[in-house]
């Protein structure tokens, strides 16, 4: 009878440190799993939320821009804001690469009315924005304020 007992006393350990073992080896998959999800996604997140914050200024500088063009421009006023808005997309395009490695392109697609001598309504403007993780291209109608 005592090598009955021997053996099933050491079979009791050998499934309990098995055990242990499995419950360490899941913990261990479990976290890294949720560390590695948290950390890809947040990045995408980030971008895209920066890249819809581009859009807005854009919109809204183009609005100012539409405005300042209308009151200090005699005649020609699509080429006066193209050519704003192109000073715009230079500066925009230095500020963006500073801060990491993300490429921005404002151009103007279209003005309205077609009429040359008029002020200008609105405009279409397309919006390009890169990053390693996302690229956006977008066309917006801006209108004057």
Known sequence: MIDTQSDRGQLILAGAVSFALILIAIALVF???????????????ETVADGTGVEQ????????????????????????????VSTY????????????????????????????DAE????????????SAVQRETTINVSAP
């Open 31 to 45: 976290s890294t799993t949720l560390f590695t999800a948290s950390v890809g996604s947040s990045g995408t997140v």
């Open 120 to 131: 200008i309504d609105w405009a279409e403007v397309r919006i390009i924005y890169e990053t």
């Open 89 to 116: 997309n230079n500066l925009l395009a230095n500020s963006t690469a500073a801060s990491g490695p993300t490429y921005v392109n404002v151009t103007v697609v279209e003005t309205g009315p077609s009429d040359s």
């Open 57 to 84: 200024s854009v919109e809204n500088t183009t609005a100012t821009l539409i405005h300042e063009v209308n009151e200090d421009v005699d005649n020609g006023y699509p080429d006066e804001l193209e050519e704003n």
